[in-house]
T-cell receptor, first 111, second 113 residues
Framework: GDSVTQMEGPVTLSEEAFLTINCTYTATGYPSLFWYVQYPGEGLQLLLKATKADDKGSNKGFEATYRKETTSFHLEKGSVQVSDSAVYFC??????????FGAGTTVTVRA | NAGVTQTPKFQVLKTGQSMTLQCAQDMNHNSMYWYRQDPGMGLRLIYYSASEGTTDKGEVPNGYNVSRLNKREFSLRLESAAPSQTSVYFCASHRFYKNTEAFFGQGTRLTVV
């Protein structure tokens, strides 16, 4: 079935460091791809999305590019802040609309 | 615009008790979902409803039942709670187009003792 494999955490970084979280997917057809963020004690909220191959999603300094050839959607940020500490989830919506999520990556940014 | 509203936010149950988690959305979305979140396991789909009147099993449906009462509401019922059902439960809704995102409630933290 359709699935997402996400880099395991936790990840601990210093402020202004570069962040990358790997995400690969398995799906038939052409899924839409998403990154969600979950701050402590809250629900998930959309960070960015890409709906077709070669699309780049971006928001709050984060970017991810939909790579069909490598079935990947890696999340990157060039300079993280303490406020970026959260759990990040890669997700896809396949043809049957069953939203599927990765295991989540906990990111902690230290001042 | 409230989005997705879940009740209750916290609940403690004894083993064998039953309860219903409520979820309502005001965005006129067709699809609704129930997930559970456990440490190291990410989000696992329990049940989903592609449209009013339809429901389908997800990855971990055992021990749960659902009702899509109308387009707005999608409830999750635990008939006989077990400690293994201790988790954080999230409801989500979606407009049923692949290029649109799902919206999530704030979650229900359930502890079964």
């Amino acid at each position: 079935g359709d699935s997402v494999t996400q880099m395991e955490g936790p990840v601990t970084l210093s402020e202004e460091a570069f962040l990358t979280i790997n995400c690969t997917y398995t799906a038939t057809g052409y899924p839409s791809l998403f990154w969600y963020v979950q701050y402590p004690g809250e629900g998930l909220q959309l960070l960015l999305k890409a709906t077709k191959a070669d699309d780049k999603g971006s928001n709050k300094g984060f970017e991810a590019t939909y790579r069909k050839e490598t079935t990947s959607f890696h999340l990157e940020k060039g300079s993280v802040q303490v406020s970026d500490s959260a759990v990040y989830f890669c997700a896809l919506i396949p043809n049957d609309y069953k939203l599927s999520f990765g295991a989540g990556t906990t990111v902690t940014v230290r001042a | 615009n409230a989005g997705v509203t879940q009740t209750p936010k916290f609940q403690v149950l004894k083993t064998g008790q039953s309860m219903t988690l409520q979820c309502a959305q005001d965005m006129n979305h067709n699809s609704m979902y129930w997930y559970r979140q456990d440490p190291g396991m990410g989000l696992r789909l329990i049940y989903y409803s592609a449209s009013e009147g339809t429901t389908d099993k997800g990855e971990v449906p055992n021990g749960y039942n659902v009702s899509r009462l109308n387009k707005r509401e999608f409830s999750l019922r635990l008939e006989s709670a077990a400690p293994s059902q201790t988790s954080v439960y999230f409801c989500a809704s979606h407009r049923f187009y692949k290029n649109t995102e799902a919206f999530f409630g704030q979650g229900t933290r359930l502890t079964v003792v």
